[in-house]
């Protein structure tokens, strides 16, 4: 049998130097560098994926492009910078589908070498073409960017619509109670937040006074679909159950799944076995959560026969927030943990906690147990994944950084260009540079640094990971030098 025969007659279940693996990107949201236990957290225990951190290799300069979801999401799937696409902010739930028909996309490539492909969790990349009819098939979604199957929310959970949408179908809709959705204004009676308080379980801080739903009230008016909505505390274990049956009905033939887990973004409504659990509130006690989560996942990978056949990306689309609109014991409740683990900023920020996150590769018996600090972003899993699996791709952002990333290389992606809310900064070799912006520097609503400044900004985060002293002045060639370098990959 010719090599190549053998790459297209490969299963899942069949050993061979050609075998092409199952790929599975876990993909957390609003994660920090440090809310695992396997990234130096003392206060909050994730055995399951500290085991992925120790039998694989964990990045410490691992990026998502962004700091918010939206766009860290759409370069993880499209390989572009989303800087590059002027609508590529977080959106609302009755966005258009931000990722173009035509564009490249990590499952489309993934397709063309036989993968089967299917997404499960979050989505949060828009849906249609722009006035969603939610009682009908929604078209175009991700099954037509490159997905075989899709099982998602549209957005977040704190949006609505409150429903999950299989194939752009909403899950157990019922036609004589259609959905409607609007993001500017309230249907006629409908309560909310403001009108009937009283109705709340959980109580909004700031934005999360729109609709209510479960008592937990949202961003977003939605009127109908009350058969079809989802019970939040069930949600991981929705998810997890959808996950596991892919693998199940898939592993016959490589696949690609994408799970796209919805822990710990706002509202943390952790299933009641985990409640109390991390004494840190429902902030841990979701991170605890999703921790049980994978590590089910992989009990069922090993049980399919599939685990050393599988590659698995882990990582987390932004940095942490404690405060993100919900009264939720977060910040009360944080103790002496440390979501950012010593990095400056959070969610929304341009320091370093924005976009800087766990990322860790696991390959069992095929990837060395490994600490890397080469530099790795989300946005090369399309190129680097590509060429794992012979498919090249050079129309994208998108680097190939395949030896970092399986652990067999030191040196990954030369500079990095991170964004937050439309402003971009330069990550080089070691060194950070921020230019100068107008607006403020804390995010007062969430108490974070923005990362903004009026100066330039020019950190060493090889001696300086905290990000404490800026050395624009006292280093001015090493800033030329950014400067020449960002001006260059910006243009
Ligand atoms: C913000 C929400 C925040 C969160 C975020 C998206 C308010 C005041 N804040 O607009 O709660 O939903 O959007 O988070 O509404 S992300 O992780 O999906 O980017
Ligand atoms: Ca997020």
């Known amino acids: 049998m010719s090599c190549k025969s053998k790459v297209q007659n490969a299963t899942a279940n069949v050993e061979g130097d050609f075998q092409k693996p199952n790929i599975v990107v876990i993909y957390l949201d609003d994660l920090g560098y440090g809310d695992l236990s396997c990234y130096g957290a003392t206060e909050l225990h994730t055995p399951n994926i500290d085991a992925l951190a120790t039998g694989g290799v964990k990045f410490t300069n691992g990026y998502a492009t962004s700091a918010t979801c939206t766009p860290s999401r759409y370069a ?38 036989g993968y089967q492909t ?48 299989e194939n752009g179908n909403v899950v157990n809709l019922d036609k004589n109670d259609p959905i409607e959705v609007n993001y500017k204004k309230n249907f006629e009676g409908e309560p909310t937040a403001i009108s009937n308080p009283e109705m709340q379980t959980m109580t909004w801080h700031h934005g999360h006074n729109n609709s209510i739903v479960n008592g937990i009230p949202r961003i977003g008016y939605m009127k109908g679909g009350e058969a079809a909505k989802w019970s939040d505390v069930d949600m991981a274990d929705h998810f997890l159950v959808k996950a596991q049956n892919y693998v199940k009905t898939h592993k016959e033939k490589p696949f690609f799944l994408y799970y796209a887990m919805q822990q710990p973004h706002v509202p943390r409504t952790p299933h009641p076995r985990f409640v109390g659990k991390s004494g840190m509130g429902p902030r841990g006690d979701v991170i605890l959560e999703a921790d049980w989560c994978i590590g089910e996942f992989m009990k069922t990978l090993e049980a399919e026969g599939v ?122 070799g070691d060194w950070i540079m921020i230019p100068p912006y107008k607006g403020s520097p804390m995010n007062k609503k969430v108490g974070t640094e923005t990362g903004v400044s009026l100066q330039y900004q020019l950190f060493n985060l090889k001696e300086d990971l905290g990000q404490e002293t800026n050395l624009a002045k006292s280093n001015p060639e090493k800033l030329e030098d950014m400067v020449q370098i960002f001006e260059r990959l910006k243009q």
């Open 76 to 113: 993880l799937l499209t390989g572009m910078y989303p800087w590059k696409n002027k609508d590529a902010k977080i959106l609302p739930g009755d966005a258009p589908l931000l990722i173009d028909v035509q564009q490249q996309t990590l499952p489309k490539l993934l397709s063309k070498a």
């Open 118 to 165: 299917g997404i499960i969790g979050k989505w949060h990349l828009g849906l249609g073409s722009g006035d969603v009819n939610w009682n009908e098939t929604i078209k175009p979604s991700p099954n037509e960017v490159g997905f075989d199957v899709s099982y998602i929310l549209a957005a977040t959970q704190d949006r609505v619509p409150t429903v999950y949408i």
């Open 307 to 428: 685990l050393e056949n599988t590659l698995i990306v882990f990582s987390s689309d932004n940095g942490p927030v404690l405060n993100d609109g919900y009264y939720d014991d977060a910040v009360e409740k944080l103790g002496n943990h440390d979501p950012k683990g010593g990095l400056r900023g959070g969610k929304y920020s341009l320091f370093e906690a924005g976009t800087r996150v766990p990322f860790i590769t696991y390959w069992k018996n095929h990837i060395k147990p490994n600490v890397s600090d080469a530099l790795v972003c989300q946005i090369d899993l399309l190129a680097s994944l590509g060429s794992l699996v012979g498919v090249e791709d050079k129309t994208t952002d998108s680097e190939n950084i395949l030896n970092a990333l399986l652990g067999e290389a030191e040196k990954g992606r030369g500079h990095l260009i991170i964004e937050a809310n439309s402003n971009t900064a330069l990550r080089s």
